[in-house]
C-alpha cells in the first residue's frame, strides 16, 4: 500500500468516529505526507463526507481566527516592527481531546494544535499586516488567548549605546527609584520606574523613552563618577536597555545642553555580554592633613605600573593599575593628581587608603583625601 492509501484509511476510521474539522484531520497527516496545508488535506482526506456538528477536537476554533487576527491587529496599533512571533492559550479540554484522539490512534509525532493554530493565525496576520513571522529573534510576540478572547504583546527590548559628557557640578550618575515601586515599574511612575529626570540617567532615559515610548531602561556604565564629577573629552560611554519599546526604528539624534551631552547613540544588536574594559584619564584635587615635603611627592612615581590591591569587607579583593602619573604641587596643602587609570580604580578610597594598598596618603606620608575627581577621556578596550 502507498502512503496516502495508508492515510486514507486510517483517516477514514477516525471521521466515521468522530467530527474533525479540515485543519484537525490534515494536520493528523501532514507530516507523514510532508504537506503544508493541513486544510486541504483534511478537505481531501473527507472526501465529500460532511457533518454539521461541529469538530470533536476543537470546536470549529479554526472558524474563528479572522476574530482572533483582529485582536492582535489591536494590540499592535502602536508599536512600530517587522517580524513577530505568536504563542497561544487554548482550553486544556481541548488538548486533552486532540491527545486521547492521537493515543486512540496511535499516531505519532503530530503538530499539537496550539502550534498549529500559530501557524495559521500567523499566516493570516501576515497577510492582512505584510508583517513577517520569525521564531528565532521576533521584534514582538504575540500571546492570543482563544480562552479569553484576549491578545498580550511583548516587545523586544531595545538596547542603545551612547556617550555622555558633563560640563557643570552637581548631576548625579544615577537616578533614584520611584518611591512607590523601587523602580519596578508602576502607574504612579507611568511604568518608567523612575518619576524625576535630573540625573544623568534621567536625562538620557527621558530622552529614550520620547523616541521610542517603553517603560523601564536598565543602565550599564562603562565606569562611575561622583555627582561634582565631570566627565569630559569625548564622555563615558554607556549602554542602556529599553523595555517594551512602541517604536524601534527612530533615528537618533545628540543632546546638548550647557551641561550635559549626550551622543554617539545608536541602536546595538545585544547587551555586552561581558563587561566592556575600560581605562580612564583622571585629575584628582587633594587635600592634605599637613605640611608635606616636596621630596616626598616623588615617591607618587612607584604607584604607577604596580598592582593596587583593592579589599572589599566581603573579603574579596582584586587589582587594578595605573598606566601614568603626574601630579602638581598646587599649595602646601593642594596636589593635583592625574592617573590614567585601569577602569573600576576605587578613586577617593586609592586617596585615602581605605583598604587600598599601596595608596597615596600612605606613599607621602600624610593623610590625604579627594575633594574632587574629574574624567578628562574614558578609553575603551585601551589598557595601555
Ligand atoms: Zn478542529
Ligand atoms: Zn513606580
Not at 1 to 24: A, Q, R
Not at 152 to 177: A, D, E, F, H, M
Not at 326 to 347: C, F, Q, T
Not at 349 to 362: A, L
Request: hydrophobic share 30%.
Amino acid at each position: 500500500m502507498s502512503k496516502y492509501s495508508t492515510v486514507l484509511s486510517s483517516s477514514k476510521e477516525i471521521i466515521e468516529k468522530y467530527d474533525l474539522c479540515n485543519f484537525c484531520l490534515g494536520r493528523l497527516f501532514s507530516k507523514q505526507l510532508r504537506l503544508s496545508s493541513n486544510k486541504l488535506l483534511g478537505k481531501k482526506l473527507k472526501n465529500g463526507h460532511s457533518s454539521n456538528n461541529p469538530c470533536h477536537i476543537c470546536k470549529n476554533l479554526f472558524d474563528n481566527l479572522d476574530y482572533f487576527s483582529k485582536l492582535m491587529l489591536d494590540s499592535s496599533l502602536d508599536y512600530g516592527f517587522d517580524t513577530f512571533s505568536i504563542g497561544t492559550i487554548v482550553k486544556p479540554s481541548i488538548i486533552d481531546r486532540d491527545d486521547a484522539l492521537k493515543s486512540e490512534f496511535k499516531l505519532r509525532g503530530i503538530d499539537g494544535i496550539k502550534s498549529d493554530i500559530a501557524k495559521e493565525l500567523g499566516k493570516l496576520f501576515s497577510k492582512k499586516t505584510k508583517k513577517i513571522i520569525n521564531y528565532i529573534d521576533p521584534d514582538v510576540i504575540f500571546t492570543v488567548n482563544l480562552k479569553e478572547h484576549s491578545c498580550n504583546l511583548y516587545s523586544k527590548p531595545l538596547v542603545i549605546s551612547g556617550r555622555y559628557t558633563k560640563s557643570k557640578r552637581g548631576y548625579s550618575q544615577k537616578q533614584k527609584s520611584c518611591d512607590n515601586c523601587s523602580g519596578k515599574g508602576c502607574r504612579t511612575c507611568n511604568f518608567h520606574g523612575i518619576t524625576e529626570f535630573d540625573s544623568i540617567e534621567g536625562i538620557i532615559s527621558k530622552l529614550i523613552f520620547k523616541k521610542f515610548g517603553g517603560t523601564t531602561t536598565k543602565f550599564t556604565w562603562i565606569g562611575g563618577e561622583d555627582k561634582s564629577s565631570l566627565v569630559l573629552g569625548s564622555g563615558r560611554p554607556f549602554v542602556v536597555k529599553l523595555q517594551n519599546p512602541v517604536k524601534r526604528k527612530k533615528r537618533l539624534f545628540d543632546f546638548l545642553s550647557d551641561s550635559i551631552s549626550v551622543s554617539n547613540m545608536k541602536i546595538i544588536d545585544d547587551y555586552p555580554k561581558t563587561p566592556l574594559k575600560f581605562s580612564s584619564l583622571i585629575s584628582i584635587k587633594i587635600a592634605t592633613d599637613s605640611k608635606f615635603e616636596s621630596k616626598h611627592l616623588k615617591k607618587l612615581k612607584t604607584l604607577k605600573n604596580i598592582p593596587i590591591i583593592i579589599s572589599e569587607k566581603s573579603g574579596r579583593s582584586y587589582e587594578k593599575k595605573i598606566f601614568d602619573l603626574s601630579y602638581r604641587k598646587n599649595s602646601d596643602h593642594l596636589i593635583v593628581l592625574k592617573i590614567k587609570a585601569e577602569g573600576g580604580l576605587p578613586i577617593k578610597r586609592f586617596v585615602t587608603g581605605t583598604n587600598v594598598e599601596p595608596n597615596v596618603s600612605v606613599t607621602i606620608g600624610t593623610n590625604c583625601i579627594a575633594k574632587e575627581f574629574d574624567f578628562l577621556k574614558i578609553f575603551v578596550n585601551d589598557n595601555n
